[in-house]
């Protein structure tokens, strides 16, 4: 894994922080290490394609996690849905270079929350474009799903939007 490209991402994270007027949300969570990940997606009409207009995240969950759910939203803007959900995990943390074995699951974590956004997206359709969301009870942030907000719960670290 590039260091340099991982401190990057982490010291200028992009995209952080929940999207109140998002089309589709999706969360995924790890068995392998209890860490999650919550992407926002919001759509707009660019040359008569649907495009992603940009997209957010929410992490309770470790370094890698955070600085590929960064970078992913920003890859994925401008792209159709389908155009996403061809994205592998490899292809949304290509800019940290290789991920170490034990960190293969955190870029895999984003593509998850990322094809869940997609996914209850397509859901909504036919809905008046109203929000979606991937399974009931996750109106509120992160913090709120896991009952922690505001709190940090031994190692546990949350981010939130401020
Ligand atoms: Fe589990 Fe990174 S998401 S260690």
Not at 101 to 120: D, N, S, T
Request: net charge negative; glycine share 12%.
């Amino acid at each position: 894994m590039d260091e340099t490209a991982l401190q990057h991402a982490l010291t200028s994270t992009q995209n952080l922080g929940e999207m109140p007027d998002a089309d589709a949300v999706g969360t995924v969570g790890s068995p392998d290490c209890g860490d999650m990940v919550r992407l926002w997606i919001k759509y707009k009409e660019k040359d008569g394609r649907k495009v992603i207009d940009k997209a957010s995240f929410q992490s309770f969950g470790c370094q890698t996690a955070i600085a590929v759910a960064s970078i992913a939203t920003e890859l994925i803007r401008g792209k159709t849905k389908a155009e996403a959900l061809a994205m592998s995990a490899e292809d949304l943390s290509k800019p940290l270079g290789s991920l170490p074995p034990m960190k293969i699951h955190c870029g895999q974590m984003v593509e998850g929350a990322l094809r869940a956004a997609l996914e209850a997206e397509s859901k909504g359709q036919g809905e008046g474009g109203g929000e979606t969301r991937h399974q009931a009870g996750q109106s509120g942030t992160l913090a709120d799903a896991l009952n922690l907000s505001g709190k940090t719960q031994g190692k546990v670290k949350i981010i939130l939007n401020s």
